[in-house]
């Protein structure tokens, strides 16, 4: 096992939205569109139930990707990895609340670690996080 880095994550919204203009995030306020009960235990999920328990969801989805379009379409708040969000001109990051990173971690057995083809995967994907390590932290 080894923790290769962590995943930031920011709220998020259409460049048109209310919150937008505000350049804040209303956790009371402000509709938002979130990830489906089938997610509900992703690290995201679990911190914005405790902080934002009584927010309005006007869309759920299991998808990161159909998230980022409807945020995109104006029809509320997402939370959102940076590296993904961040990159879409379309969206603009609000102020709020941090949330934790997300880590992220490559497991493998022992045994396995042991086999050059193996350790050639782990590393190269090792190097690959190492490389966009600025944009997964939501620096670039």
Same mark, same amino acid.
């Given at each position: 096992?080894?923790?290769?880095? =962590?995943?930031?994550?920011?709220?998020?919204?259409? #460049?048109?939205?209310?919150?937008? &203009?505000?350049?804040?995030?209303?956790?009371?306020? !402000?509709?938002?569109?979130?990830? =489906? =009960?089938?997610?509900?235990?992703?690290?995201?999920?679990?911190?914005?139930? &405790?902080?934002?328990?009584?927010?309005? *969801?006007?869309? #759920?989805?299991?998808?990161? *990707?159909?998230?980022?379009?409807?945020? #995109?379409?104006?029809?509320?708040?997402?939370?959102?990895?940076?590296?993904?969000?961040?990159? !879409?001109?379309?969206?603009? #990051?609000? =102020?709020?609340?941090?949330?934790?990173?997300?880590?992220?971690?490559?497991?493998?057995?022992?045994?396995?670690?042991? $086999?050059? &083809?193996?350790?050639?995967? $782990? !590393?190269?994907?090792?190097?690959?996080?190492?490389?966009?390590?600025?944009?997964?932290?939501?620096?670039?």
């Amino acid at each position: 096992m080894r923790k290769l880095g =962590d995943v930031a994550y920011g709220f998020y919204c259409a #460049r048109g939205h209310p919150a937008a &203009r505000r350049g804040t995030v209303d956790l009371a306020g !402000d509709e938002f569109v979130g990830l =489906d =009960d089938s997610l509900a235990s992703a690290p995201q999920e679990r911190w914005l139930a &405790r902080v934002a328990a009584g927010r309005k *969801l006007v869309f #759920r989805c299991n998808s990161s *990707l159909s998230l980022l379009a409807a945020a #995109r379409s104006g029809a509320g708040v997402v939370l959102l990895p940076c590296f993904l969000a961040g990159a !879409d001109p379309g969206l603009k #990051r609000l =102020d709020g609340p941090v949330p934790p990173p997300h880590e992220l971690w490559v497991v493998f057995h022992a045994d396995l670690g042991r $086999i050059p &083809r193996v350790r050639a995967v $782990i !590393d190269w994907v090792a190097e690959a996080v190492r490389q966009a390590r600025p944009a997964l932290g939501g620096e670039a």
